[in-house]
């Protein structure tokens, strides 16, 4: 079973059985399945393993995030390739992984310009995109003005990367999704009477 690739802010893994319990009880007559704010793809994945909607579409208004998800879709594995050269060659010691985190960091942040990159430097981007979103604090995804990834090295002892069976089932899980870059707003041109759209609901606040 496919599982989020990426930490991220919000995230619903641990919510999947109380949405489940919400979700329409004539799901499976449901044809379309959308989700504007895909995110780190928690109940994406949950729904691919047990639903067979004929059309699914997701989006997000982070393009890096979307770089992510259609280059697992499509360059799987020139992207297993590129990060597990990275993790090979992350040191033992503590400073000098915090010496190559920076280093990968400005690696990243040294080309901004996405839609001029070729396929394999974009999925040499999406590696470097796991491997600083499993290394720096909190997983955290943070740009400054300039469109730079700010997020200091996080300092753990054993960080988890995902391995190529994980990847994979990512992969495999992924084929019959189209992925869309775009504001929520759009979705409306994929959404139809028999649709499920899950919108990311609003947080509360865990105390006053």
């Not at 004929?54 to 360059?75: A, P």
């Not at 597990?84 to 010496?99: A, H, I, N, Q, W």
């Not at 090295?153 to 054993?158: D, W």
């Amino acid at each position: 079973m496919a599982k989020p690739f990426l930490k991220w802010a919000g995230g619903k893994r641990q919510l999947i059985s109380e949405i489940e319990k919400r979700l329409p009880p004539e799901i499976n007559e449901i044809e379309t399945y959308v989700e504007p704010f895909i995110g780190g793809g928690a109940l994406l994945f949950h729904i691919l393993e047990n639903y067979n909607f004929k059309q699914i579409h997701i989006s997000d208004i982070n393009l890096e995030l979307v770089l992510c998800y259609r280059q697992l879709q499509s360059s799987v594995d020139d992207v297993i390739s590129a990060l597990e050269k990275l993790v090979d060659e992350f040191p033992s010691t503590t400073e000098e992984r915090s010496d190559y985190f920076y280093k990968i960091r400005d690696l990243w942040n040294s080309n901004l310009d996405i839609e001029s990159m070729t396929d394999k430097e974009r999925t040499s981007r999406v590696a470097q995109m796991i491997f600083l979103n499993k290394t720096c604090f909190n997983g955290l995804f943070r740009l400054n003005r300039s469109g730079e990834f700010n997020v200091p090295y996080g300092r753990y002892k054993n960080p988890s990367f995902p391995n190529e069976k994980s990847l994979l089932e990512v992969h495999t899980a992924l084929q019959n999704v189209t992925i869309h870059h775009c504001s929520y707003q759009s979705s409306i041109e994929w959404i139809g009477k028999n649709t499920f759209v899950y919108f990311d609901p609003p947080y509360r606040p865990i105390s006053k």
